[in-house]
RNA sequence: GGAGAGGUGGCGGAGUGGUCGAUCGCGCCGGUCUCGAAAACCGGAGUGGGUGCAAGCCCACCGUGGGUUCGAAUCCCACCCUCUCCGCCA
């Protein structure tokens, strides 16, 4: 959310900023135009209360003192004044709501320094680590290897659940496991991360801190009782800190997770349907940073490279984008897109998405520090990233590891976690 | 799900109709004392909003939302959350 101070102080900077999203028409004018209606009707109604209270206080003086006319007199201007107090402040209320309501459905505000654009073709490559392999065959997508197939069951899935579910069974379950759990161990022992885990199901206050609400109701799933599916564990790590006022010594606060995901990914139909790609529930490894404004850009390079570092562990070509204005999602001032090499599809993937929000969320969900010897309390900073997604990270495992014969070769940094072996068969073996 | 207890400032904990934004203790900040520190003593400090060049002034906030009343932290209603016990249960 931003800040309506920012704006009333220079309302083209804001539009310029805001325009170099594509598609977004200035607002600043409509913005102010209810700012001050709010402004004049929180006026007039606290005036109104200031003279209520007035009247109020006396009434219980003149009373006091046993002048009945007086008493009465009182009693009827603070009678008058309650209603014209109720009155405004709903005005008040209903030009406040709508400030607010306006204010959260406008995206965050891109960096400078973020290239401009209009879609994915504008994105920017930073770089490069591995190079893809040379195999000796056609490469085959993941769902197609032989030795993946008896572990990889979409058609069981369809019949529990439906289109885009998939069940998972023997070696390839294993090593579906055993990626989530390295990742989670990598992220503690060397990164210094926080392990973590919490509830998938959430309350809407939660979901309107990240930024999923209120715009984005229909990518998500909600129970019969209101709570929403996490679609991401951004949600929950990054909402520990709503309401709260921190110690500046406590930051950065930066925290893991491995959690389910669930997303009705509402308006793909067509897109990526074979395979386990993009599914309504899959698992990702998160990564959650609470920062000071001076050091969430540096803590963003940070968090990329502990992402990469998982894919660099396994030996999985990928490149580093910088997402331009136009892909950006809608809370990200900056976002590191890493993407790996799939030689199935003969392309770079997304696997993992590491952004910088600044204190657009921290506004949504009032999450705020106490800056060392200072006595206003500040906004904190917030950064999220995938470390990485746990299902496409077992595609680029499977694709990149494949033998031509229907095996697979296995990363060795996989070993520990999958009992010292290292291979599928193409019989679907894990020896 | 049932019964009971409770939700007050960074923490603990008073406060059951007005003068309470709220006693007090701890913690925090500044000062006196000290070579320095501790102790002691003195002083300061909540959050948000409105208004003003500013000093300041005004409004709101005692879990949340309603209600009663001239007036609510205090009374009433609903809801949420926490704890204890019971039930059920991975």
């Not at 930024?211 to 984005?216: E, R, V, Y």
């Amino acid at each position: 959310m931003h800040d309506i101070r920012a704006i009333r102080d220079n309302p083209a900077a804001f539009d310029a900023r805001l325009a170099r999203r594509p598609a977004v028409a200035p607002i600043s004018a409509e913005i102010l135009a209810i700012d001050e209606r709010r402004r004049a009707r929180i006026l007039a109604a606290e005036t109104a209360q200031a003279a209520q209270n007035a009247a109020s206080k006396e009434v219980g003086a003149a009373r006091a003192r046993g002048e009945e006319a007086e008493f009465e007199r009182l009693r009827a201007l603070v009678a008058e004044k309650k209603a014209e107090v109720a009155r405004l402040t709903d005005e008040a209320a209903v030009e406040d709501g709508r400030l607010r309501d306006l204010l959260l459905s406008i995206p965050n505000l891109p960096l400078d320094e973020v290239p401009e654009g209009a879609g994915e073709e504008d994105n920017v490559e930073l770089r490069r680590w591995g190079e893809p392999k040379a195999f000796g065959f056609r490469p085959v997508e993941h769902y197609e290897i032989a030795g993946v197939k008896p572990g990889m069951d979409f058609a069981t899935a369809a019949k529990l659940s439906g289109a885009r579910f998939v069940l998972l069974r023997g070696a390839v379950a294993r090593i579906h496991r055993a990626l989530a759990q390295f990742m989670l161990d990598l992220h503690v022992a060397e990164h210094g991360l926080t392990e973590t885990w919490t509830p998938v199901l959430v309350k809407d206050e939660a979901m309107v801190g990240t930024n999923q609400l209120p715009k984005f109701a229909e990518d998500s799933y909600q129970t019969t009782n209101g709570w929403w599916l996490i679609p991401t564990s951004e949600v929950t790590l990054t909402n520990t800190v709503a309401g709260d006022i921190l110690d500046e010594a406590a930051l950065p606060i930066r925290m893991t997770a491995h959690t389910q995901c669930f997303r009705s990914e509402a308006g793909s139909a067509g897109k990526d349907t074979a395979g386990m790609l993009r599914q309504h529930q899959f698992e990702k490894v998160e990564m959650v940073s609470i920062t000071t404004p001076e050091t969430s850009l540096d803590e963003h390079a940070r968090m990329t490279r502990c992402a990469e570092a998982v894919l660099e562990r396994l030996g999985l070509p990928y490149r580093t984008i910088v997402l331009c204005t136009g892909d950006m999602g809608f809370g990200a001032q900056k976002t590191h897109d890493l993407e790996v090499w799939l030689p199935g599809q003969n392309r770079y993937r997304e696997i993992s998405s590491v952004s910088v929000c600044g204190d657009f969320q921290a506004r949504r969900m009032n999450a705020r520090y106490r800056p060392a010897g200072a006595a206003r309390p500040e906004f904190v900073h917030t950064l999220n990233g995938s470390g990485l997604a746990v299902g496409r990270c077992l595609i680029a495992v499977l694709e990149n590891g494949q033998t031509g014969d229907g095996g697979v070769v296995l990363p060795q940094a996989l070993s520990p976690w999958l009992g010292g072996k290292g291979r599928l068969t193409p019989d679907g073996q894990l020896v």
